[in-house]
């Protein structure tokens, strides 16, 4: 066996001991909250398509009519000749909703952060991120060179404490998640821009879990978003001041080297967008949801449309996500290096999809049928 295949094997080994070997397995969305595994149909609560746009006639239909009109793909970066008038369009769109002067798209909510953060600090420079921000957030710090100091989740006053460390770096940028993928909590953002203001640090958060609601003002200098979830499509943006924008189009690497977005993903995205706007309702519909099942099991009432059941081990949680869809259910189990150790959860992700009778069915089998930690 060649020697890089040997070591992988045992590397593989490995992780298959420690319950931590993943594969994909293959599976078809269809339509709704409905999911075809292996042959069988499932309920999914595991996905992120929140207000159920990614099958919705006119998003469907706007990309449909993007391919025809101009192709499957970009042909190019941005800056060579994949700028698509979509493009400035949307931007335009996600600016205009957001209330703030400008936005980027990128090719994806991943590689936004991994573009922006190296464009906006380096070495000499400190970050400090909640403990629990996203992995692609960490590959940005890691990639700008800036030191990295890590706050306590959600704890203002570690925050503070870390902010007052800052000794003789240069710039200072603090970065959190509006609402936090894995644990579906909110972060202080005002208490963070006060804390940001007085210790003269910028202020950027992660909002790729974000409604899109209109009572959610952006307090942050660099908010990051993504298409791929609640606008059903495909793709990342930054948005913020003009001079922001303006700057990471020529600085953020990914913007830059990168082929652009298939006009279809944009295309889907403004229609997506179009559709948030004309009906508010989807939003409530869908935390609705949510609160329905944090009541049926007594948890702490839903913030977001994410419900973390933290299990503690792996093997518990696989189980437990095993049971579930032995009776219709998918339900992702989460575990390290996802979150952190001895917390591996089921993450619940709810859709205005779901009717009130299915979370009631999810609930009650849980409660009855699972014997919870
Ligand atoms: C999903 C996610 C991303 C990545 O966005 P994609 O558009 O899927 O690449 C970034 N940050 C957070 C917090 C996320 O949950």
């Known amino acids: 066996m060649p020697a890089l295949d040997e070591i992988l094997t045992q590397k593989i080994s ?21 999911i075809e595994r292996n042959g069988k149909t499932y309920l999914s609560f595991s996905c992120n398509d929140y207000l159920g746009l990614s099958n ?43 209330d703030t002067e400008a936005a980027c798209l990128f090719g994806s909510g991943y590689l936004a952060n991994v573009g922006v953060i190296p464009a906006l600090v380096g070495k000499g420079d400190v970050v400090i991120a909640d403990k629990l921000v996203h992995a692609c957030i960490l590959d940005g710090i890691a990639i700008s060179g800036a030191k990295l100091l890590r706050f306590k989740h959600n704890d203002i006053d570690d925050c503070k404490r870390l902010l007052q460390q800052r000794g003789d770096y240069r710039n200072c940028l603090v970065i959190t998640e ?54 059903g499509s495909m793709g990342g943006y930054v948005t913020g001041s003009a001079a922001l924008i303006a700057y990471l189009k020529s600085a953020a690497r990914p913007a830059i ?63 437990m996500s095993k049971k579930l869809e ?17 917390t591996s959860r089921l993450r619940f992700a709810f859709s205005c999809v779901h009717t009130e009778e299915m979370v009631r069915q999810l609930g009650d089998i849980i409660k009855h049928e699972i014997s919870l930690p």
């Open 326 to 342: 032995q009776k219709g259910f998918l339900v992702t189990a989460i575990r390290p290096p996802t979150v952190p150790e001895g």
């Open 178 to 231: 509006t609402i936090f993928s894995m644990d579906g909590d909110c972060a202080p953002m005002a208490h963070l821009r006060s804390l940001c203001d007085e210790y003269d640090a910028w202020l950027m958060s992660d909002d790729a879990h974000g409604l899109y609601g209109k009572n959610d003002p952006v307090i942050e200098d660099v908010r990051i978003g993504t298409l791929s979830k609640v606008l």
């Open 56 to 98: 919705h006639p006119e998003v469907k239909d706007a990309a449909k009519e993007a391919i025809a009109l101009y192709g499957a793909g970009a042909g190019a970066s941005r800056l060579v000749t994949g700028e698509h008038p979509l493009y400035g369009k949307l931007e335009k769109a996600l600016a205009q909703y957001k």
């Open 14 to 34: 490995k992780l298959q001991e420690n319950s931590r070997f993943r594969e994909p397995v293959p599976t078809w969305r269809k339509g709704g909250v409905e």
């Open 257 to 319: 080297f990168a082929t652009a977005l298939p006009p279809a993903s944009v295309a889907a995205a403004l229609k997506a967008l179009e559709i948030v706007q004309r009906e508010p309702e989807r939003a409530g519909l869908v935390l609705a949801r949510a609160k329905q099942f944090t009541a049926i099991l007594g948890l702490a009432e839903a913030q977001s449309t994410i419900v973390p059941l933290i299990i503690g081990e792996e093997g518990a949680a696989l189980a």
